[in-house]
C-alpha cells in the first residue's frame, strides 16, 4: 500500500504538538483528582446514595461501590466521570480531523492529486488517530499508577461499617397458648474491615476500557466525517451521541421504561461493569467492533462521493 507511512507519519508530525498539551493536560487533570484523596479518604457512601437514582448513576455508584476506598474514590471522582470524558473529546476531535478536516480547508484535495489512493488515506489517517489515542491514554495512566504512593493510593484503607440494631421476636405457641415474650433488641457492633490498595492491573483495566469508549466515539466521527466531508456535523453528531448516551443512562435509573434503550450507550456497560474495581470484561470489544464498523462504513462511503469544495 505505496505511501501508507508517509501519510500516517506525516498526519503524526502535524499533530505532535497538540498530543503533547493533550497529554500534559489529561495527566494534570488526572493527578490533581487523585490528589484530594487524603482529604476525602473517610468518606462514606451513605450521603451520596441519598441522592437517589439520578445521583448514583451520575458518579457511578450504582453497585454500592464505597467511595472511602481507594479504587471507589478514584472510580467516583476520575474514572466514572472525568476522564473518559476528556478521552472522548479527543477521539471526536481527531475522528474528524482524518478526513472531514482537511476536506473543509482543501488540503485534502491537494493530497489526493499525489500517487495514493483514497482508501491509503482513509486507513493511514483512522490508524494514527488511535495511535494518538492510545498514546495519550496510555501517558495519562501511567502518571497516575507513579504518583499512587504520594497520595496512599496504593496503601489498604480500613473501612467501618456503621452499627446496627436487630430484634428478634418469638411466635406463639398456638398448641400450648404459652404467652410468649419478645427478646431485647441486640446491637450489632461496628465492623472494620480493609480494602486493597490500587494496583497496576486496576489502571491498567480503568484505562483501557475508558480508551475503548473513546475509540468507539471516534470510529463514529470518523465514519460520518468521511461520508459527509462536513466537519461541523460530523462534530456535532458524534458528540451528541457521546453526551446523549450518558443521559439516556442516567434517566434510565430512573424510569425502567428507557433501560431498553440504553444498549445504544456506550456507559450502559462502562458503568455498569466498573472495570477498574472488577476487572475486564468481555463488553470491553464492544467499542472495538463499533470502530471497526465506523471505519469500513465511512471507508466505504468516502470511496464514493464527491469531494467537497473549499
Request: glycine letters at 12%; a negative charge.
Amino acid at each position: 500500500m505505496s505511501g501508507f507511512w508517509t501519510i500516517y507519519s506525516r498526519w503524526f508530525r502535524d499533530r505532535l504538538r497538540s498530543t503533547i498539551f493533550w497529554t500534559v493536560g489529561i495527566a494534570l487533570v488526572v493527578v490533581a483528582s487523585a490528589a484530594f484523596y487524603p482529604s476525602l479518604s473517610g468518606a462514606s457512601g451513605g450521603g451520596l446514595d441519598s441522592g437517589g437514582a439520578a445521583m448514583s448513576s451520575l458518579l457511578g455508584l450504582s453497585q454500592g461501590i464505597d467511595p472511602g476506598s481507594p479504587l471507589g474514590f478514584l472510580w467516583i471522582s476520575l474514572y466514572a466521570n472525568i476522564y473518559p470524558w476528556m478521552l472522548m473529546a479527543l477521539g471526536v476531535a481527531l475522528g474528524v480531523a482524518a478526513i472531514a478536516g482537511d476536506e473543509e480547508t482543501g488540503a485534502l484535495e491537494y493530497l489526493l492529486a499525489k500517487p495514493v489512493t483514497r482508501t491509503t488515506v482513509a486507513l493511514a489517517r483512522m490508524a494514527c488517530a488511535v495511535t494518538i489515542l492510545f498514546v495519550v491514554s496510555a501517558l495519562s495512566g501511567l502518571s497516575l499508577l507513579v504518583t499512587l504512593p504520594l497520595f496512599d493510593l496504593d496503601e489498604p484503607a480500613s473501612t467501618t461499617t456503621a452499627a446496627g440494631a436487630s430484634a428478634s421476636t418469638t411466635a406463639p405457641d398456638t398448641a400450648t397458648a404459652v404467652p410468649t415474650t419478645t427478646a431485647p433488641a441486640t446491637t450489632t457492633p461496628a465492623t472494620t474491615g480493609a480494602t486493597e490498595g490500587v494496583t497496576a492491573v486496576d489502571i491498567f483495566n480503568g484505562t483501557f476500557s475508558s480508551f475503548a469508549v473513546a475509540l468507539g466515539l471516534a470510529g463514529i466521527a470518523f465514519a460520518l466525517g468521511a461520508a459527509t466531508g462536513q466537519k461541523g456535523l460530523a462534530l456535532g453528531v458524534a458528540s451528541a451521541f457521546g453526551i446523549g448516551g450518558y443521559v439516556l443512562y442516567t434517566l434510565s435509573n430512573m424510569t425502567g421504561s428507557l433501560e431498553p434503550l440504553t444498549w445504544i450507550s456506550p456507559w450502559r456497560w462502562y458503568v455498569d461493569d466498573a472495570m477498574l474495581i472488577n476487572g475486564l470484561a468481555w463488553d470491553v470489544a464492544l467499542p472495538f467492533l463499533g470502530a471497526l464498523v465506523g471505519f469500513v462504513a465511512g471507508w466505504l462511503l468516502f470511496l464514493r462521493r464527491d469531494l467537497q469544495n473549499p
